[in-house]
């Protein structure tokens, strides 16, 4: 749709990336932005490079395609950093496509510095890789020195870059199935038009919503940050209070992983759904296993979001110390 | 969403189909239901025989997923009938994991009868195929004798049967993209379940309105039907006076085949686009070739949509029989 596509350019124009119409490519959300990237660009047994704990449903969509993905392997003790050159060109075969990163990460709450996003940048152009960036929590960075960062800025590596984007988290607007993807490799282009004329369209009346959000004040995006920010720190600060849990101060999103003194954060998450119970309430995470691509990883982690307001936020990590405690005590015998 | 699987369930109980929640996936329109469908059951170089002409999309389909379609071959002097036992089991190899079929057919208007219905469920039953039948078209059967078909009926082929389904021509509702994909296989809804988990949703807003359509009164497919026949009735009525054109009626959908008397019908329509003016009026088809996969096929055919009102269809009609003269004496020098 014409607008839309109109409204995406002039929002990618405020943070320094120009883009023709051609460019950008609507996609029933980010899914399918993944979904068609992948079908378009592997063939069976070609690989994906993706720092690990990364967004589970990358691999439906590698593997729908045929592909695989390869690890990279990251440490809960060094804040799940990734951009590291030796350990991701270790990694390059020559079945290797692509370069895959969320940028601000899911679930990491990982936020790469300009530095690394250029040596990343660099690492796809030198071995002639896709580098898929999925930026579609670029508005929710809370050191102001990220600003609103997108590797579409370096204009060296257009044939390379290939961005996901959608308007589920911008404007909270998940139910609208609303993203796409953007890139200046013409090649690409076609190849994904195939995919996307195929199936027709995305929604239209959806369409014209997420038009109209893009016309928002920014006003907008500072009072989500700040909200956004202050149930991090709320969060951050309450785990730090429980024994035993492991946590570094996520950058940016709106989740973070943390090592909980458990013995299985999946078998502790049935305890607290079937077992725990505090005047009525209990309390749900992510377990981290499935964050993973490794076996035997994430077992003792957890992904935490903080999307509920403060207090909801305050009796969960409530709800989670108790919990702990009492499982420690009645499952684990210690 | 419960409320649209539940509209759904009793729209297919009034066909005499019974369905269990578990049983009907929602899609992003029909495409969407047709692409999961495939990535869930083939693998690279399995076999999809569909009858030709077919739906073009349905090869992004297939290859997007690594298959290949086995093309059946039909006549245009047989009305492009598929229903042959012989010729289907012709085209049956090791490598085949299913027959994909319209019915009503796009882009021929084939209505399968009961008895040819039967026998394709028998020979999917007895070669351990799956039948894909996108019925999309149900409706519009012009023959009171077809009422509302659906291959949901013949409960022995539950583990085989996968019917493609869509809100977009039943309530002329395309822009919603709401699909959905209806089987009772235990093993595939479940591969199914995953594809659709791993993107997440259908957009909510469209999903609400989808239910509500299946509310309405069912005068309004009645006038529906009425007002197709009609279009119908005119456009094959005014083929059949134009010289050289070769057309059967067709029995549903709102598409039909015609053969012109041109020697390339996507030659024929560049040239109605950039040189025929009549009043500054031209006309549009659909050129046949693309929906054969039979290198050669379909080159002086071409499909038309009977989709606008009856005033405009007749002088599309008077259109066509008049481009079909001057570029007869123009440009074929005849």
Not at 212 to 226: I, N, S, T
Request: net charge negative; glycine share 8%.
């Amino acid at each position: 749709m014409p607008a839309l596509i109109d409204a995406i350019r002039r929002y990618y124009g405020t943070i320094g990336v120009e883009l023709e119409p051609d460019d950008v490519l609507i996609t029933t959300g980010g899914s399918e932005a993944l979904l068609l990237t992948c079908l378009s660009i592997l063939d069976p047994y070609t690989e994906v490079i993706v720092p690990e704990p990364y967004y589970p449903n990358y691999t439906t969509f590698v593997h729908a395609a045929g592909g695989r993905i390869r690890a990279l392997p990251t440490r809960a003790e060094e804040g799940y950093r990734y951009a590291d050159r030796k350990r991701i060109e270790s990694l390059i075969t020559k079945n290797t496509r692509a370069i895959l990163i969320t940028n601000p990460g899911n679930p990491t709450g990982v936020v790469l510095t300009e530095e690394e996003m250029r040596m990343i940048a660099d690492i796809a152009k030198k071995h002639d890789l896709f580098l898929i960036c999925d930026e579609v929590y670029r508005e929710f960075c809370y050191d102001d020195k990220f600003g609103v960062p997108s590797m579409g800025k370096f204009r060296d590596i257009d044939n390379n870059l290939v961005i996901v984007d959608s308007v589920s988290k911008r404007f909270s607007a998940c139910g609208a199935r609303v993203g796409c993807v953007v890139t200046k490799n013409r090649e690409l282009q076609q190849a994904l038009l195939k995919f996307c004329q195929s199936r027709l369209s995305v929604a239209t009346i959806d369409q014209i919503g997420a038009a109209a959000l893009y016309g928002v004040d920014p006003g907008f995006f500072r009072e989500c940050k700040a909200e956004y920010r202050q149930r991090r720190d709320l969060v951050v600060s309450r785990l730090r209070q429980i024994p035993g849990v492991q946590v570094e101060e996520p950058m940016g999103a709106f989740y973070l992983m943390a090592s909980l003194p458990v013995d299985d954060a999946d078998k502790f998450q049935k305890w607290l759904l079937e077992s725990y119970d505090d005047h009525g309430d209990t309390v749900m995470f992510a377990p981290g296993a499935p964050f993973y691509e490794t076996p035997g990883m994430g077992i003792n982690e957890v992904r935490i979001a903080y999307v509920r307001e403060c207090a909801e936020l305050e009796r969960a990590m409530e709800l989670l110390a108790g919990g702990i405690a009492r499982y420690r005590s009645e499952v684990m015998g210690e």
